[in-house]
């Protein structure tokens, strides 16, 4: 994920823009704060500065004004992945959740790797109880397949039944897309490719190419 984490330090500022990392996916099996540093160990090997992992692992933490403050302030915001509906339901309706839009709206980077950015879709799909929740909706009218070139794409025939009128972005593995192209294009970066199931169609896009939402 090299080419799309730099692409995101630079959209947020630079090296000595301050990232904060959310492991919050990782709590439910306790794997929070080893997840959460390997985040911090891999955004200070691609050579940032200001990199936080903040302690939020449940209902409490989200609304606590230290994490509040800290999510606010910062440039890029990672949610690392894990536990898709644990994510999705801590962070909704938060007092963290709302710093995250705050931040957005003045031009940070949001980014997340399998759950987190299944989360931050319109929708999204919880494999342990087999069914299509409410997301974030920071990436209206969608819903992200994850690891689309491994167990991603067995998820994609139902959910075009479930959700017919929802983008489903199926993103491979060691791959990512950017919404940081010309009128609003998505870009994408790593070894694989993005693919798109909407109105019927099937449509793929590889490394340097971009496509529209």
């Not at 230290?66 to 994510?87: E, H, K, N, P, W």
Request: glycine content about 12%; some cysteine.
């Amino acid at each position: 994920m090299r080419d799309a984490d730099l692409r995101g330090i630079r959209r947020a500022g630079g090296f000595a823009a301050p990232i904060r990392i959310i492991p919050t996916a990782a709590a439910p099996d306790d794997n929070h704060e080893r997840a959460g540093n390997n985040g911090v160990r891999w955004f200070k090997g691609l050579g940032a500065k200001d990199v936080l992992s903040v302690p939020l692992v449940d209902r409490a933490s989200a609304n606590d004004a230290t994490v509040v403050q800290s999510l606010r302030a910062a440039r890029l915001i990672y949610l690392l992945g894990g536990f898709t509906d644990y994510l999705g339901r801590t962070l909704k309706d938060s007092r963290a959740w709302q710093a995250v839009l705050e931040a957005y709206r003045d031009g940070a980077v949001v980014a997340g790797s399998s759950a987190g950015a299944m989360v931050m879709c319109q929708v999204y799909f919880d494999p342990r109880a087999g069914q299509v929740v409410e997301g974030l909706a920071l990436v209206p009218n969608s819903l992200v397949l994850p690891h689309h070139d491994t167990f991603g794409k067995g998820w994609a025939a139902r959910l075009r039944e479930q959700v017919p009128d929802v983008t489903l972005i199926g993103i491979d593995e060691q791959t990512g897309t950017l919404n940081d192209g010309e009128h609003k294009s998505w870009n994408v970066y790593g070894a694989g490719t993005v693919t798109l199931y909407r109105a019927g169609r099937l449509d793929t896009h590889g490394p340097g190419q971009a496509f529209s939402l």
